[in-house]
């Protein structure tokens, strides 16, 4: 009898080879992390009153329901995108994501005030890991040129989109269910994602292994969140009280002591001769300007929405759907209009567009109508803010190192995301001071008017920076 074994088996066991994901799927994993992290910037608002009345908050916890979340954000944004070059993207898109949704989860179930507090402010730490990270997964996913600008398109209205839609989704999630599901929700999008990114995202590691700068981190982180800690405190305090002084003082000495520090580090988070690119410094102040008007958009209009024309929550996520679909439009035609006339120009266009809306919800009513106080000015201040913020993302990435990519992805959005904290405390301040503490619907109507009234010469003087700072177009990197 003849053995099998007798027969030498000369077949060789391979291991099937993943096939490289379309840069398409690559696209999509990142947007939709982006969407995340931008929804939950806004989607609490509606669901505050409820949240205070579940867990007996003060009106200062509830305050910080939203600025745990945006500091923590902010602050840690440039550590985030510097991970991602030296770490790999992948890893901290994944670390990034993980943090969010269990923080989500924390917070959704939370049963006292600090509980939810503490999940926002890893929410933000989860989102500022995150986020430089969607940007930087894009850019290299797709060859520079035409392609490139139409996926940072796409990454920029998904962005705008999820902005847009939070106090929409949040309405609906806390009139239908709960104040919990507006935390919730992000539990099962986050598991499905980071299933997704971890199959088909490559890893893509720029960076040459060096440790993070470690003190450079921690003094940034500190001093931008002192600094919006100062700048939360002015709409309850005012601007030159004490409470609001000193941290704003502080934050300041401490980004200055990080700016020292840097200039001299080995291996600096930040290198200051990034800011030597006029593509990088040109189009983060630009991004900076048009965040301290944009921002405050969402958040006044809800306010006329519900507190003077009558609307409830969801009837307002709805008002501004409009809106929402504007900023998207603007987003995609962007890429077409940069071919035709360059970034600078349809930045100037977009801003001017934006500019246009403020001005005309500026003659807002007690008793406006819906299309003329909140549909048509709500459509050319998104429409005109979607055009602008292709442009502008695609001009800080263009000129930058590949090694640098995540640090520069981070630094836009910590613009971005600054301008608009330091643009909600000034603007609210200025409506407050208005209003005089009534709430009558014709004082509070008179408030939000001057806000975006100062919007729109905060709008008309980044158009003058962008006109005369700003490249005409993107370039290829360094």
Do not use: H
């Amino acid at each position: 009898m003849t053995s099998m074994l007798e027969v030498p088996d000369t077949t060789v066991t391979r291991t099937p080879r993943r096939s490289t994901p379309p840069p398409w799927l690559a696209v999509a994993l990142a947007c939709a992390g982006q969407f995340l992290v931008v929804l939950d910037i806004s989607v609490v608002n509606v669901a505050l009153p409820s949240m205070r009345a579940g867990l007996g908050l003060s009106g200062q916890g509830l305050q910080w329901v939203v600025n745990a979340y945006a500091i923590a954000f902010a602050g840690f944004m440039l550590l985030g995108g510097r991970a991602g070059d030296l770490y790999g993207r992948k890893r901290m898109f994944l670390l990034g994501l993980g943090l969010f949704t269990l923080a989500s989860l924390v917070g959704g179930l939370a049963q006292d005030g600090w509980q939810l507090l503490l999940a926002r402010a890893v929410q933000g730490l989860g989102a500022a890991v995150l986020a430089p990270s969607t940007l930087t997964i894009v850019t290299s996913a797709v060859s520079e040129g035409a392609a490139r600008a139409r996926a940072i398109a796409t990454w920029t209205a998904v962005g705008a989109g999820g902005g847009a839609a939070g106090g929409f989704v949040g309405g609906a999630l806390t009139d239908t269910l709960s104040w919990r599901w507006v935390l919730l929700i992000n539990v099962p999008i986050g598991v499905v994602l980071l299933a997704g990114a971890a199959w088909w995202l490559a890893e893509g590691r720029a960076g040459d292994g060096r440790r993070l700068d470690l003190p450079g981190a921690l003094l940034v982180t500190a001093g931008l969140g002192t600094l919006a800690y100062g700048i939360s405190q002015t709409e309850a305090e005012g601007w030159t009280a004490t409470p609001t002084l000193v941290p704003l003082l502080a934050g300041l000495a401490l980004i200055a002591l990080f700016l020292l520090v840097e200039a001299r580090a080995k291996a600096p988070l930040m290198p200051l001769g990034l800011f030597r690119v006029r593509s990088v410094s040109s189009a983060n102040a630009a991004m900076f300007l048009s965040g301290a008007a944009m921002f405050s958009m969402w958040f006044f209009m809800t306010l006329y929405a519900q507190n003077v024309l009558g609307y409830t929550p969801l009837a307002a996520g709805f008002a501004l759907v409009p809106s929402s679909l504007a900023v998207v439009v603007g987003s995609k035609v962007a890429p077409r209009l940069m071919r035709l006339a360059g970034a600078r120009a349809v930045a100037v266009l977009g801003t001017f567009v934006a500019m246009t809306g403020f001005a005309w919800q500026s003659t807002m009513t007690a008793d406006g109508t819906y299309l003329t106080a909140i549909m048509f000015p709500g459509i050319l201040m998104m429409l005109g803010g979607g055009l602008a913020g292709t442009p502008l993302a695609a001009l800080a990435t263009s000129g930058a190192a590949p090694e640098e990519a995540g640090l520069v992805s981070g630094l836009i959005n910590t613009s971005r995301t600054m301008g608009g904290s330091l643009g909600l405390a000034v603007l609210s301040t200025i409506a407050a001071t208005r209003m005089g503490g009534s709430t009558t619907p014709e004082a509070l109507t008179e408030g939000y008017a001057l806000s975006f009234r100062t919007g729109a010469v905060v709008l008309a003087a980044g158009m003058v920076l962008m006109w005369l700072w700003l490249p005409r177009r993107a370039t290829a990197a360094r």
